[in-house]
């Protein structure tokens, strides 16, 4: 019993850190607009998304989901309105390693886009789940 009360702080931190790491596995949508790469399929398919890759043009075309379009972060802005005119449309957003594709799913939201959702781990977890990858050629 003294060891709790002598490292009462200790025990408190580590609690916490343990329910922060469960965090997103227990609470639905905590994990905000990501998806697994099995998510992201059945979206995909399910919502017929549109796959917007907002990697580099040598990223791209290194490897990218069947279909998916080209539109670099730096241009994102500029480029999607004339890309997507449908505000509504669902789109799946992803990049290398899901970095870029969350800041981009920021800025699409700030051009007023509604369905929008960021593959989890991008073009990493894609290829991990072994999916389809199209080489640009």
Known sequence: MDFFLENWILISIAVFAAA?????????????????????????????????DVCSAEEFAAGHILGAKNLPLESLSAKLPGTVKNKSA????????????????AEAKKLGYENLRSLAGGMRAWRSANLPVEKKT
């Open 90 to 105: 669902p789109l799946l957003l992803t990049c290398a390693s899901g970095v870029r594709s969350g800041r981009a799913l």
């Open 20 to 52: 922060m790491l469960l965090w997103p596995a227990l609470v639905p949508g905590a994990r905000g607009n990501a998806l697994s790469p099995e998510q992201a399929v059945q979206w995909m398919n399910r919502e017929k998304a549109l796959v917007i």
